[in-house]
């Protein structure tokens, strides 16, 4: 996967950098109906990161994030795609 920066966003922000987290989750079972339906929609996780000073600190905020995910959404097959 490829993701794009605009001409127009690295100029405004010339140290930009991004992450794109994408992963499969698994809903816990609060209300069955209730999250029935949001399982039937939430299969798949997108989460992006923005950093507008640069790449430092932005590895580990994403390696915070996934970590999260597994631990709160059983999250499984994680891509991560860095761009800037």
């Known amino acids: 996967m ?3 920066v605009s001409d127009e966003l690295r100029r405004a ?3 930009f950098r991004g ?5 499969t989750v698994k809903n816990s079972a609060y209300n069955a109906g209730l999250w029935k339906r949001i399982d039937e929609f939430t299969a798949l996780v997108l989460a992006i990161m923005n950093a507008y000073g640069g790449s430092e600190g932005l590895a580990e905020s994403v390696d915070y994030m996934v970590g999260l995910m597994k631990e709160f959404a059983e999250a499984q097959d994680i891509e991560i795609v860095y761009f800037e």
């Not at 992450?19 to 992963?23: K, L, N, P, Q």
């Open 2 to 4: 490829q993701i794009e």
């Open 13 to 15: 922000w010339p140290r």
């Open 19 to 23: 992450a794109a987290v994408f992963a």
